[in-house]
């Protein structure tokens, strides 16, 4: 869906400035805090 793609912008241009390492860390983090990919997304505020 197209809220979707907005956030998945969203969240590339958040993660683009960390390091590799700190990325996939902040990523994990929100991921696991959520039931699902919906879940996830559903969670961002845009």
Known sequence: P???L???Y???RILNPMGPQ???EF???KLRQSKN???FFQS???
């Open 2 to 4: 197209k809220d979707q």
């Open 6 to 8: 907005a956030k998945t």
């Open 10 to 12: 969203v969240l590339r």
């Open 22 to 24: 700190d990325a996939i």
């Open 27 to 29: 990523l994990l983090d």
């Open 37 to 39: 990919n919906g879940d």
């Open 44 to 46: 961002m505020n845009t």
